[in-house]
C-alpha cells in the first residue's frame, strides 16, 4: 500500500511480483542501521492476505505552514489514504500542531477519502513531536496483532528530538516522512535524520519538492 507508493521512486521492479506490496519490518531487518538502499527493499504478496495497521501522524504546525511542506504532505497523505480505501487496508490518522495532539480517525478500515475532507485541516502553532509519538505509540500498544506501521509526516523542527533519539522505540517500523526544505532560513535542523540514525527500526524518506 502506502509503503509501495511513498518508495516507488527506488522499487527494484525486477525482485517485486504482481501484486506485491512493500514489507517494511523486514525491510528494517535488512537495512540493520545502514541508510536505506534500494537493496535493502523487501515485498511481500499483498492480495488476498490481511493488510497491517497504517497510522499517518500529520504535523500541523506553523513550521510546516509557512514552508509550504504542509500543503504538499495533505497531498501526499490524500494519495495514500485513497490507495488504502481501494485496498481495504485499515488506517488511522494522527495530527498534531498548536501543542495539541488529535486523532482524526481511530483505527478502523479505511474510508472512502477524497480532497474535501483532507484540504480542510488546519495547521499553525507549535510543534509537539513528542507527544504526538508518545499518542501514537500507547495506541498502537493496544493493536499489536495488526502488524502495525507509523508513518510520520513532519519538518521535525523541534527541540523534542533532542530528548527522542534517547528515547526506547517501540520495536515497530516508523517511516520518517522528512518535509524539512533542503534551506530552512539557513541550517537545516535534520531532525528526521537524527531519529533515523538513532533508532534502528525507522527510516527517513524525503518529502518530494
Same mark, same amino acid.
Given at each position: 500500500?502506502?509503503?509501495?507508493?511513498?518508495?516507488?521512486?527506488?522499487?527494484?521492479?525486477?525482485?517485486?511480483? #504482481?501484486?506485491? &506490496?512493500?514489507? $517494511?519490518?523486514?525491510?528494517?531487518?535488512?537495512?540493520?542501521?545502514?541508510?536505506?538502499?534500494?537493496?535493502?527493499?523487501?515485498?511481500? /504478496?499483498?492480495?488476498?492476505?490481511?493488510?497491517?495497521?497504517?497510522?499517518?501522524?500529520?504535523?500541523?504546525?506553523?513550521? *510546516?505552514?509557512?514552508?509550504?511542506?504542509?500543503?504538499?504532505?495533505?497531498?501526499?497523505?490524500?494519495?495514500?489514504?485513497? =490507495?488504502?480505501?481501494?485496498?481495504?487496508?485499515?488506517?488511522?490518522?494522527? @495530527?498534531?500542531?498548536?501543542?495539541?495532539?488529535? $486523532?482524526?480517525?481511530?483505527? =478502523?478500515?479505511? #474510508?472512502?477519502?477524497?480532497?474535501?475532507?483532507?484540504?480542510?485541516?488546519?495547521?499553525?502553532?507549535?510543534? #509537539?513531536?513528542?507527544?504526538?509519538?508518545?499518542?501514537?505509540? /500507547? *495506541?498502537?500498544?493496544?493493536?499489536?496483532? *495488526?502488524?502495525?506501521?507509523?508513518? &510520520?509526516?513532519?519538518?521535525?523542527?523541534? #527541540?523534542?528530538?533532542?530528548?527522542?533519539? =534517547?528515547?526506547?522505540? %517501540?520495536?515497530?517500523?516508523? &517511516?520518517?516522512?522528512? @518535509?524539512? %526544505?533542503?534551506?530552512?532560513?539557513?541550517?537545516?535542523?535534520?531532525?528526521?535524520?537524527?531519529?533515523?540514525?538513532?533508532?534502528?527500526?525507522? &527510516?527517513?524518506?524525503?518529502?518530494?519538492?
Amino acid at each position: 500500500m502506502a509503503g509501495a507508493a511513498l518508495a516507488s521512486p527506488a522499487q527494484p521492479v525486477a525482485q517485486r511480483r #504482481p501484486g506485491a &506490496v512493500l514489507d $517494511w519490518p523486514a525491510t528494517l531487518r535488512a537495512r540493520r542501521g545502514q541508510p536505506l538502499a534500494a537493496g535493502h527493499l523487501r515485498w511481500r /504478496q499483498g492480495l488476498g492476505q490481511p493488510q497491517g495497521l497504517q497510522v499517518f501522524a500529520l504535523d500541523c504546525s506553523a513550521s *510546516m505552514l509557512d514552508s509550504g511542506a504542509f500543503a504538499r504532505a495533505k497531498g501526499l497523505l490524500l494519495q495514500w489514504l485513497c =490507495r488504502a480505501y481501494l485496498q481495504r487496508m485499515p488506517v488511522a490518522l494522527l @495530527c498534531f500542531g498548536a501543542g495539541q495532539v488529535q $486523532w482524526q480517525l481511530p483505527p =478502523r478500515r479505511a #474510508p472512502r477519502w477524497n480532497a474535501e475532507w483532507i484540504d480542510p485541516l488546519p495547521g499553525g502553532g507549535g510543534t #509537539p513531536l513528542a507527544q504526538a509519538f508518545q499518542a501514537a505509540w /500507547q *495506541m498502537l500498544a493496544r493493536w499489536p496483532e *495488526m502488524q502495525p506501521q507509523l508513518w &510520520v509526516l513532519s519538518d521535525f523542527r523541534s #527541540p523534542d528530538v533532542l530528548a527522542l533519539v =534517547r528515547e526506547r522505540v %517501540p520495536p515497530l517500523a516508523h &517511516v520518517l516522512v522528512d @518535509c524539512e %526544505p533542503a534551506a530552512h532560513g539557513g541550517r537545516p535542523f535534520g531532525g528526521a535524520g537524527r531519529l533515523a540514525d538513532a533508532w534502528s527500526c525507522a &527510516v527517513r524518506l524525503r518529502l518530494p519538492w
